[in-house]
C-alpha cells in the first residue's frame, strides 16, 4: 500500500520561498509519475508539477519558472522548491503518486497524501 506524507509548508511572505516534501512508502507502479497538486479555497485542485522517472519534469504555466521538482530515490522523497511566492500560491498542497498522461492531459494517480498548507501573505 502506498503512503504519502507531505511536509514544509508554511507562511511566507510575498517573494518568499519554500521547500515541500513529500516521502513514499510502498510501491509505486512503473511507468507513472509523481507530481504535485494544489487546492485553493472555492477553487479545484490543479496540477502543479510532476516527475516521471526518467526525470523529465513538467510545470503548470502558473509556476513555471518559479518552481521546481525533484526527486531523490535513495529516500523515495519528492521535492517542490517554490521560490518567488504570490498570494495566489496559497494553496493546500498534495502530493501524488501513480500520475499517467492520457489524450485529455495529465491523469493524478490514486495516491494522495494529506496535504501541507501554503500560505503567502500580501
Known amino acids: 500500500q502506498v503512503q504519502l506524507v507531505e511536509s514544509g509548508g508554511g507562511l511566507v511572505q510575498t517573494g518568499g520561498s519554500l521547500r515541500l516534501s513529500c516521502a513514499a512508502s510502498?510501491?509505486?507502479?512503473?511507468?507513472?509519475?509523481m507530481g504535485w497538486y494544489r487546492q485553493a479555497p472555492g477553487k479545484q485542485r490543479e496540477l502543479v508539477a510532476t516527475?516521471?522517472?526518467?526525470?523529465?519534469?513538467r510545470y503548470a504555466d502558473s509556476v513555471k519558472g518559479r518552481c521546481t521538482i525533484s526527486s531523490d530515490n535513495g529516500k523515495n522523497t519528492v521535492h517542490l522548491q517554490m521560490n518567488s511566492l504570490k498570494p495566489d500560491d496559497t494553496a493546500v498542497y498534495y502530493c501524488?503518486?501513480?500520475?499517467?498522461?492520457?489524450?485529455?492531459?495529465?491523469?493524478?494517480?490514486?495516491?494522495w497524501g494529506q496535504g501541507t498548507q501554503v500560505t503567502v501573505s500580501s
Open positions: 510502498g510501491s509505486i507502479s512503473s511507468n507513472t509519475a
Open positions: 516527475i516521471e522517472k526518467t526525470g523529465r519534469t
Open positions: 501524488n503518486a501513480g500520475a499517467r498522461r492520457s489524450f485529455v492531459g495529465i491523469v493524478p494517480g490514486d495516491y
